[in-house]
């Protein structure tokens, strides 16, 4: 059975870090594309980076700079990092897997997906 369990969502101010994690399980993780979205209260979801099965990664570009994604293929763990963030960052974090033998772009990490976890940013 494919899961996809989130942890490391939480509370911090303006400029703090955080660190999500998804532990992958019933599905070949190295294999796949991997990728994390999120979505605000009011808006609508939004993608926030992927890492390829090659390690190479792609942010949107609200995040450069600020976000790093990455992951332990012996753990079957996708992270993503967090630091100087900003209240506009609120919103449910989800990661997810992406459709085997399609490009690794957000359009495509869509096969699996976890629950979400729910981060906010207090200024």
């Known amino acids: 059975q494919v899961q996809l369990v989130q942890s490391g969502g939480g509370s911090v101010q303006a400029g703090g870090s955080l660190r999500l994690s998804c532990a992958a399980s019933g599905f070949p993780f190295s294999s796949y594309c991997m990728g994390w979205f999120r979505q605000a209260p009011g808006k609508e979801r939004e993608g926030v980076g992927t890492i390829a099965t090659d390690g190479n990664t792609s942010y949107a570009d609200s995040v450069k700079g600020r976000f790093t994604i990455s992951k332990d293929n012996a753990e079957n763990t996708l992270y993503l990092q967090m630091n100087s963030l900003k209240p506009e960052d609120t919103a449910m974090y989800y990661c997810?897997?992406?459709?085997?033998?399609?490009?690794?772009?957000?359009?495509?990490?869509?096969?699996?997906w976890g629950k979400g976890t729910l981060v906010t940013i207090s200024s």
């Open positions: 997810a897997a992406g459709t085997f033998g399609r490009p690794c772009t957000m359009a495509w990490v869509r096969r699996y």
